[in-house]
């Protein structure tokens, strides 16, 4: 049930085949879900320092939401939030072995996969040309071109890794195959004409090469592919860098973040209350807006000081901080060579989500809340002690064919 929430939540077939779509799919799956969990024997209760964090940052909003000067506004978005709380607990707890995480992994590369492949075809049938509503992705979450630029950021790094460690233990058929996926990612985040989203790419790129950036043939081979993607992308999206900081969209950005610093300043504790950005930057702030009404922030940690002040903002970025931790320490130990770069990659994508989330308004989107889910049960499921010993003792580990007649391609070798 809890893969099923996966495949409806990105993958999207009730919007591909709507003769489906009679039923809310998604709010089936996690009340199955949960009561899964009292059925499967083998689910027990997952600790992590996140799990604290979430469940105090769930009872900030409850409380900026009591405070907040629209109140009925924020009850009515509550769900934004405690939703992804109960899905996160569901995942860290039901996806308990390596098996359970590879499948659930894949499900997550396979539903991403499909949009970017999808949309990388469309942006070339077109001839790679501008459009200002850029890519849309399916309804949803991703379908505005900037919330789908943020979750191919957070998924080509996460690709990027699962071909690394397949690499020889696939035909080059596959592998080639599964090299498509953080390529189309990559042209999707080109063609979603997101200048936030190609200016964390770019961040990725050259933090994901760092320790070695300073070799000739990494600094060759970063400048070649900066200078593909700067004559990749059209004219027109060129232009609107040339323009930042003084267009319209971003004039009322910087709008929004000035008068945004200047709500927490006046409500440090609670903020102005969750979700009510909006509707309190329309009252107190009217003079400066540029187009027909006040929109949110574009800026998560401004949202979130504005939802929930600098209490909420503190364990906001603790949990950031806590997940970038998770990744900086994590090793896998059956995957040799390549033991520390799934940590890696993970934190790849984090950066993508943190700087991108610096011009849209996502604190509240799938991306960073089924990240942190991901980074704790990748932590469990390899870290434990158990899995330790087995490695001390060159056992098999749980594993699944990916080629016939050719060695387990998960299987530690033996010495």
Known sequence: MICAYLFFEYFRPQSIYTFIDVLPWTKLVVI??????????????????????????????????????????????????????????????????????????????????????????????????????????????????????????????????????MKGRVGKQLYYLLLLMPVTAIMVILGASSRGAQIALILQLVVMNSKSIMRPRVLIAIGCLILSIWLLMPTEQKQRFERIGEDQTSQQRILYWENGLEMIKENPFFGVGYYNFAPYYQKYYSEDILFKKAELPHNIFIQVGTDAGLIGLSVFSLMIFGAWRMGQNFTAPSCEDNEKIMGRCANISLLGFVVAGQFVTVAYYPFFWIHLALLVVMFKVFENKNERKRVRKNEKFPAIDMQPNRPNSLELPRK
């Open 32 to 165: 199955g879900a949960i009561l899964g969990c009292f059925t499967d024997k083998s689910v027990r209760w997952v600790s992590s320092g996140i799990n604290k964090l979430l469940i105090l940052f769930l009872l900030v909003i409850f409380a900026s939401s009591f405070l907040a000067y629209f109140p009925d506004i924020s009850k009515d978005n509550w769900d934004k939030y405690y939703l992804w709380v109960i899905i996160y607990f569901l995942i860290i707890n039901i996806v308990n072995t390596r098996k359970r995480f590879f499948i659930f992994l894949l499900i997550f590369l396979v539903s991403s996969f499909k949009i970017s492949f999808g949309l990388a075809l469309v942006w070339a049938k077109r001839g790679f040309s501008f459009t200002d509503w850029g890519l849309k992705g399916p309804p949803g979450f991703f379908e505005n071109s900037g919330e789908l630029a943020i979750q191919m950021l957070v998924f080509w790094p996460i690709a990027w890794a699962f071909c690394v460690t």
